[in-house]
């Protein structure tokens, strides 16, 4: 999810909240599940939320890291 989530746009992936998954509001899928071959999520933010080191270990994408690593820079 939080591969996608930087995908879309880094503000979106420094602030994930949740995601749900084909339109399933009940169910809040958190930044380190798996999304599956045509699966349609939503993801929502919360400003007040910050990315956490441990993030490193549920991003798999170059993109997500590079933001992930230039944050953690600054």
Same mark, same amino acid.
């Given at each position: 999810?939080? %591969?996608?989530?930087?995908?879309? +746009?880094?503000?979106?992936?420094? +602030?994930?909240?949740? !995601?749900?998954?084909?339109?399933?509001?009940?169910? +809040? !899928?958190? !930044?380190?599940?798996?999304?599956?071959?045509? %699966?349609?999520?939503?993801?929502?933010?919360?400003?007040?939320?910050?990315?956490?080191?441990?993030?490193?270990?549920?991003?798999?994408?170059?993109? !997500?890291?590079? +933001?992930?690593?230039?944050?953690?820079?600054?």
């Amino acid at each position: 999810m939080l %591969d996608f989530a930087f995908m879309i +746009h880094s503000e979106l992936g420094y +602030h994930f909240d949740y !995601a749900t998954i084909d339109n399933n509001k009940g169910q +809040h !899928a958190n !930044a380190y599940d798996r999304l599956s071959p045509g %699966d349609q999520i939503t993801i929502e933010k919360d400003t007040s939320i910050q990315p956490k080191i441990q993030w490193f270990k549920y991003v798999k994408t170059e993109r !997500a890291i590079e +933001h992930l690593i230039r944050y953690f820079s600054t």
